[in-house]
């Protein structure tokens, strides 16, 4: 394609500056020269930017969103700090290439410092870095310094004569060829095709020819370069300092690189000693590189070593996110104490304050806990998390109306600009349901009913709804309205089948109406959930006595076990029990064996006890209990 080449090298020529019509031949034979080479480099920087729009559009055409911490430079007022901050990182990223001897997984916060001034040193490590880029992509493209003046050959007799070449080279040990037309022509009988100065060389087939060292050279750097410009603040911020993952393509031009100077260095070199020493040299960058590959993937066996491994690079994030690691293993003083330390490196880590109240939480450790969780809220106002968990706190605590302000504002919290917004809904949506269970208990059922509707509206879809759904048919029953009731049990026991807070008070719901074979079926299918689970045992105890399990006596004596007496008779004291077995009643459950008792004995007597007292007064108390576990979040956050 003649014509398509002449175009591109016009091209090419305008873009260095030259006219076609007036560009020396040594523009023009450079421009040749590298015609392939550099359309190969722009389809490599139009592949890369057609991915980074393609990366832009699933986005929604809007730059990632992250914190300040991530990229504190992004964050600076002052333009000197981010000009000369931005300048100075690609520097340290040839620099982990060409000397990779601290690594971390995280380089974020604090581990590289700001550039603020013109008198940094590290400002010298950034001129050196460009000084020396931009000597190897003149040299690699070739560019011609001045224009070269066209060739002339020789006079000699009035004729012109040029110089014999052979592929590019002078034909005869260097020296040009001035005979006459008649003896250049027994010249090339003499030597016939395929042998230069009477040596005969193998034919090469088309496209069978090595690159020249100075493509390679621009190859090597292109792939260095272009991968790793959407990682330089240039055409938007990014949510790291500096990230090894993105070296990754880079570091394949790097090596490519390294080899063509080292080839280029070996070819150079006359005496055999010092091609040897390169050839040692080349071994031993191989087998250091390879030994420091080995022992970087034993920090990356597990997450605790890759964490401890980043604590001198990243002091504050390695610590906390090391305490999550100790934390999941059961090692919770390892945890505190891990938790302590990357606050003493930075205070105001928001996630690091929420893990350690929820570890403090977990411990029971309430006063503590509720501290930190309002750190952590000062220090990220927009921290769901922290505030539902103080609600909760509050509420265990009997201070309702601080826990209903404080649920309030976790519910008007946007969900705009965080990081991440799905957990965020799932902590405001169980703010919501905690704040309709505590105006449930306090009798306003309403208010309540309008609190869980708002929540279902907020809900994510990887929200677990059985819970809040329990509450909205708890709400309803205890307005009476057992058809609205009845269909949000149901939606729970939908959302989750083997949901045991649903089974019961469902079950309830069946005995008032008088379902009792139906509601029978549902509290045996609670107790067969969780056998031991005493709860099942109380809320079955207060149905109808009709629905009361069969107890079997346990008494002292062999014989007497398997007696079962009538369970009204019995709890209604008309029974005599002269084997003493009825402090040892216990109930049989669905698949356990007569003589295998459950784990709490006196809790299954006190339900024994309380339903005969409830039967005396001639009662059938309804539970009034919340049988909804108060959601909370015990998710530790990572330091992102």
Not at 367 to 390: D, Q, V
Not at 456 to 476: R, T
Not at 515 to 526: I, M, P, V
Request: glycine share 8%; net charge positive.
């Amino acid at each position: 394609m003649p014509a398509a080449d002449d175009l591109c090298l016009s091209v090419i020529l305008l873009a260095t500056g030259r006219d076609a019509s007036h560009a020396g031949s040594g523009h023009v034979v450079w421009a040749r020269r590298n015609l392939h080479l550099l359309l190969s480099v722009f389809l490599l920087a139009a592949w890369g930017v057609v991915l980074l729009a393609f990366r832009l559009y699933w986005m929604g055409n809007k730059p990632p969103n992250f914190s300040n911490s991530d990229n504190p430079a992004a964050d600076s007022p002052s333009l000197l700090t981010r000009t000369l901050t931005f300048l100075y990182l690609p520097a340290v990223n040839a620099w982990l290439l060409l000397c990779p001897d601290t690594l971390s997984f995280d380089w974020s916060m604090d581990a590289l410092p700001l550039v603020r001034s013109l008198a940094d040193p590290r400002n010298l490590h950034t001129a050196a870095f460009y000084a020396a880029l931009l000597v190897l992509g003149w040299s690699g493209l070739g560019l011609p310094f001045r224009p070269v003046p066209p060739a002339r050959g020789k006079e000699s007799n009035g004729k012109v004569h040029h110089p014999a070449v052979t592929n590019g080279k002078p034909a005869t040990n260097g020296h040009g060829h001035h005979g006459s037309d008649q003896e250049h022509g027994s010249s090339e009988s003499e030597h016939p095709p395929g042998l230069e100065n009477g040596t005969k060389k193998p034919a090469q087939p088309p496209g069978a020819s090595l690159p020249t060292t100075e493509n390679v050279l621009v190859f090597s750097l292109g792939l260095m370069v272009v991968p790793f410009l959407p990682a330089t603040n240039l055409f938007f911020y990014v949510g790291f300092v500096v990230a090894e993952r993105v070296l990754y393509i880079p570091s394949m031009g790097f090596c490519l690189l390294v080899a063509v100077a080292m080839r280029a260095l070996y070819v150079r070199l006359r005496r055999r000693s010092c091609k040897s020493l390169v050839l040692y040299l080349a071994a031993a960058l191989v087998l250091l590189f390879g030994i420091k590959t080995v022992l970087r993937n034993q920090d990356w066996q597990n997450e605790e070593m890759l964490y401890r491994s980043g604590i001198t690079v990243n002091p504050a994030k390695a610590w906390g996110n090391l305490g999550n690691v100790l934390k999941n293993q059961g090692k919770m003083a390892e945890a505190e104490r891990a938790y302590r330390n990357a606050l003493y490196y930075r205070r105001n880590m928001a996630d690091m304050l929420y893990n350690l109240g929820l570890l403090l939480q977990e411990n029971n450790k309430f006063s503590e806990a509720l501290h930190y969780y309002k750190l952590a809220i000062g220090s990220r106002p927009t921290l769901a998390s922290a505030y539902l968990n103080t609600g909760i706190i509050l509420m265990n605590q009997g201070r309702g109306e601080e826990a209903k302000r404080t649920f309030l504002t976790c519910a008007d919290i946007p969900d705009e600009n965080l990081k991440d917004p799905h957990a965020h809904k799932s902590s405001v949506t169980s703010c919501l349901y905690n704040l309709g269970k505590l105006l449930h208990e306090q009798g306003h059922q309403e208010e309540a009913l309008s609190v869980f509707k708002e929540a279902i509206q907020k809900m994510p879809k990887q929200f677990a709804p059985q819970s809040l759904y329990n509450m909205m048919g708890e709400a309803y029953m205890r307005l009476n309205k057992l058809a609205e009731a009845e269909h949000w049990y149901r939606e729970s026991l939908r959302a989750k089948p083997d949901h045991i807070p649903a089974h019961l008070t469902y079950g309830k719901l069946l005995a008032m109406t008088g379902q009792k074979a139906e509601a029978e079926r549902y509290f045996l299918k609670a107790i067969q959930l969780d056998p031991t689970k005493g709860n099942c045992y109380m809320h079955y105890g207060k149905a109808p006595p009709a629905l009361l399990l069969p107890f079997t006596c346990r008494g002292r004596a062999p014989e007497a076990r398997g007696v079962s007496p009538p369970h009204s008779a019995l709890l209604m004291g008309h029974t005599p029990d002269p084997l003493g077995c009825y402090g040892n009643i216990s109930i049989t459950a669905p698949g356990r064996r007569p003589d295998s008792p459950l784990d709490d004995r006196r809790g299954v007597s006190a339900i024994v006890l309380l339903h005969r007292a409830a039967l005396r007064r001639g009662t059938a108390q309804h539970s009034t209990a919340q049988h909804s576990t108060a959601q909370h979040s015990t998710a530790q956050h990572s330091v992102a």
